[in-house]
């Protein structure tokens, strides 16, 4: 009896055991947030277990775990400032579970979802209201996926790879990609210097007051996102006329500690790419690099080039909250330079060159270090500290008359250096007014900018030697452009019920430029020997503040559409470039003012779709005392150009897009099958209003096509991709006064209207992807570019028909 007993109370206290265990098992209740339209990860989220009683936030990959939860039903139930409140159920049933969260939008909920594949296969979509410490909502902006393209990457093609934003003028001069020439609704294209530039988040042109130039170009292979937001930046980013433009590396592989990515291309007229990245994340460290070497013969002669870039990102994540990061960039590069030609050279022979003895070389060096941290579900903030040490130097024969043939004389040598730094700091906060949620941003930003110009007299060599000659009358400007830049920016998000959002937005600028140095004017005799060398001493400096503001305003009356419209101011201050670099054709007003104007964008657009993309829009430019060239005839009766104000202008017109995968539309059940067409048109008109220069109101704006247009296809089967793009831009002209002939030095005249058509071919096997292009299909001859200075002065004709062929190996 005893026995029985004892055995029965055991069994009973073991039965008991397990049940309580069983009862009281701990398991984790985790989940992927990501963004319906493109399958991004939403950072930032707020997920709420049950009534709220616990919260987390999603980290950068929009992951959350709850842990320590017992069997049972539970509800996720999530608010972001993008998308609306969605809920969902899980249930714990003896595991952990895992699931996965899809929103759609603000203006729908999100129930209980099975999602298979719903990313974009595009590579083309848009900014999302709130991202990356930055607010966009009513803002044209696009954003180019180089992952996703079918396109040559290994050249930076940029007809190819920008082929889908509206409006863009690009400057074709060399089929290397070393240097990206874009512009759009009337602005310069050169070096995209009407665009803030960035990488990462911060500033890479030469510098971003005094000389906003860009001469690096990452390279697209490396290139995660290129984000590009309209004259409405200028609130955020700066003060330009055309808005922002920035690289987002790619970032480090999640879910492996090394990942190699190897790329070979070989090409046309000698071109060969190396591009190799490693990437990888060990624990709360995170890892991504690469190196490229790149050559190149060029289409004409004289046009050898040699390119080396490195890039390492290294990020360490001490939490869920905090993240600290730094990244290096360093490229070099060193080209020769065929010139310009004349309209009559250009029709003759467009491959000619009468130049061997112009190089062009260029060293940039880019540190960058950046800090995230959250301080709880509604208050983040970012810090950047960035530098720039760098040197572009020019080296050449390159008089006025472009068909003179070269006399070895001394070349005319350009050096200039730059010392920059700077610092810029964002706060967002997410709070309530009137139960509706409001969205704050603030920041702030420090530049300090440092360059040397010297300009003088080369060596009578054909090397790349860039060595003044050794001689007092051998240097004939030295400046140095020391500048200072203090910025406050604010803009806020107010929703009024659920479909119409406000976002009105300031900011504060505070700039200091000074131009410190001396010019001279050098006498010669028939010989071309110096007789005589006059300093002409030179002190100027310029300080102003002022105050822009914009509004953007966002209708969605349903989920897939956005209607939207924004205000906002534009400044561009006078650059050193337009102060004093001495050009034997061009003759600079000492009177150049800054130039003022604003940008309006009204427009309709799809959103969170995967089918078809439209982008429909009309802008109007104000450009006031805008800065431009015209020609005249001195007293010697030469043909000169002066660089000054010329007056206002006007630019407005249409810009449509339009995309759509007619096969997956016609048979959605055959996810291996697509078909994609798209159309971008812009119908620009433009005039100057009002100029105190004769002959010129009522002119046409330079650098603006009245026809844009970009169309193609891309066809697609399992693995196998292949695309077809036809680009043409009508006539365009290259000064303020209209001229139609380009003369004896070719920089000012009409730009023809083109036509080009470009083919592209993919393929992904296993581990391997073979791609090829072939630019150019018909071999037309054209040209985009009239250059002023370097690197012609003179038609720089574009590259003709073209083949490139890259093997991809990733490990």
């Known amino acids: 009896m005893i026995r029985f007993t004892v055995f029965s109370f055991l069994a009973f206290a073991l039965i008991l055991c397990g049940l309580t265990h069983s009862s009281f098992a701990q398991y984790q209740l985790s989940g992927t947030v990501r963004a319906w339209h493109d399958s991004v990860a939403v950072k930032s989220c707020t997920v709420y277990l049950n009534n709220g009683r616990r919260s987390m936030l999603t980290d950068s990959l929009g992951k959350f775990v709850f842990d320590n939860l017992p069997n049972g039903q539970y509800i996720l139930q999530t ?33 209980e979802v099975t999602v298979t594949d719903k990313q974009s296969d595009f590579g083309f979509t848009r900014m999302r209201g709130v991202e990356n410490m930055g607010i966009y909502e009513g803002k044209k902006s696009e954003v180019i996926i180089p992952e996703q393209l079918v396109a040559n990457l290994s050249t930076n093609n940029a007809r190819q790879i920008y082929a889908r934003v509206a409006g863009l003028n690009i400057w074709e001069n060399e089929g290397a990609g ?34 906003p130039e860009s001469y690096y170009t990452p390279p697209t292979e490396a290139v995660g996102r290129i984000q590009i937001v309209r004259g409405a930046a200028s609130l955020q980013y700066g003060t330009q006329f055309g808005g922002l433009l920035n690289f987002v590396m790619k970032k480090p592989v999640a879910d492996r500690k090394f990942e190699l990515i190897i790329r070979q291309t070989l090409g046309s007229f000698g071109f060969y790419n190396a591009f190799t990245s490693a990437s990888g994340t060990v624990g709360k ?14 289409w004409r002669p004289n046009s050898n080039f040699t390119n080396y870039t490195a890039f390492a990102d290294i990020d360490y994540r001490f939490s869920e909250n905090t993240s600290l990061g730094f990244d ?106 009137a139960n509706k949620q409001a969205i704050l941003l603030v920041g702030g930003r420090y530049y300090h900018g440092y360059n040397h110009s010297i300009q003088g007299l080369g060596s009578t060599g054909k090397s790349a030697d860039f060595n003044f000659i050794d001689n007092e009358q051998a240097i004939q400007s030295d400046y140095q452009f020391p500048n200072r830049n203090v910025a406050l920016f604010a803009e806020n998000i107010l929703y009024v019920g659920d479909k119409l959002s406000v976002t009105p937005g300031l900011r504060y600028e505070y700039i200091h430029t000074t131009a410190d140095g001396f010019y001279g004017t050098i006498t010669r005799d028939l010989a071309g020997n110096i007789l005589s060398s006059i300093r002409t001493n030179e002190y100027r400096t310029n300080s102003r503040q002022f105050v822009l503001a914009g509004l953007g305003i966002s209708y969605k009356p349903a989920a897939t559409l956005d209607i939207y419209g924004n205000l906002s101011q534009n400044y561009r201050s006078i650059t050193f470039s337009d102060m004093r670099i001495a050009n034997p054709s061009m003759v600079i007003d000492p009177n150049l003012q800054d130039e003022k104007g604003y940008s309006l964008d009204l427009g309709i657009r799809s959103t969170q779709t ?24 001195d007293q010697n009766d030469r043909v000169l150009r002066r660089r000054g104000n010329i007056g206002q202008a006007i630019i407005m017109g249409l810009e449509t897009y339009a995309e759509g995968d007619f096969l997956r ?94 083919a592209s071919l993919s393929y992904q096997f296993s581990r391997f992807r073979l791609e090829g292009s072939l630019n150019n299909l018909a071999n037309r001859t054209y040209f985009t570019r009239r250059a002023t200075g370097y690197p012609g002065p003179g038609i720089l004709p574009s590259d003709g028909r073209s083949v490139y062929v890259t093997l991809q190996v990733k490990l």
């Not at 400032?81 to 939008?105: C, E, M, Y």
């Not at 210097?193 to 005094?210: C, E, H, M, P, T």
Request: proline share 3%; net charge positive.
């Open 79 to 111: 608010t972001c400032p993008d998308f609306k409140a969605s809920k969902q159920n899980a249930t714990i049933d003896g595991r952990s579970q895992d699931v996965a969260i899809w929103l759609v939008s603000r203006l729908e909920t999100l129930s």
């Open 178 to 211: 070393l240097q990206l020439s874009i512009g759009g609704r009337g602005l310069d294209p050169n070096r995209s210097s009407n665009f803030n530039v960035r990488q990462n988040g911060y500033d890479i042109s030469a510098d971003a007051l005094g000389y």
């Open 285 to 298: 460290l995170s890892y991504y690099t690469y190196f490229q070497y790149k050559k190149g013969g060029g």
């Open 328 to 433: 290096i960039t360093q490229m070099s590069y060193l080209a020769q330079q065929p010139g310009g030609l004349t309209d009559g050279m250009f029709r003759a022979d467009p491959r000619q060159s009468n130049r061997e003895r112009n190089w062009f070389n260029v060293n940039w060096t880019m540190p960058a270090l950046h800090f995230d941290h959250r301080f709880n579900a509604n208050n983040e903030f970012n810090l950047r500290l960035f530098g720039l040490y760098a040197y572009r130097y020019s080296l050449g024969f390159r008089p006025n008359r472009v068909a003179s043939i070269d006399d070895n004389s001394e070349r005319d040598l350009i050096k200039g250096d730059f010392q920059n730094w700077g610092t810029e700091a964002r706060y967002l906060k997410r709070y309530y007014v």
């Open 610 to 633: 995967t089918l078809y993309n439209f982008d429909v829009s009309t802008f109007y430019l104000n450009y006031n005392n805008r800065i431009g060239e015209v020609q005249f005839y």
């Open 665 to 758: 539309m016609a048979n959605p059940k055959n996810p291996n099958l697509s078909g994609v067409l798209f159309a971008n048109v812009a119908l620009i008109r433009s005039r100057y209003n009002a100029s105190e220069v004769a002959g010129v109101v009522g002119n046409q704006v330079e650098f603006v096509p009245n026809v844009n247009l970009k169309s193609g296809v891309r066809l697609g089967y399992k693995n196998l991709k292949a695309s077809f793009q036809y680009t043409y831009l009508s006539d365009q002209f290259s000064d303020a006064t209209n001229a139609r002939e380009g003369g004896v030095s070719a920089v000012i005249g009409l730009i023809p209207a083109y036509a080009i058509m470009d």
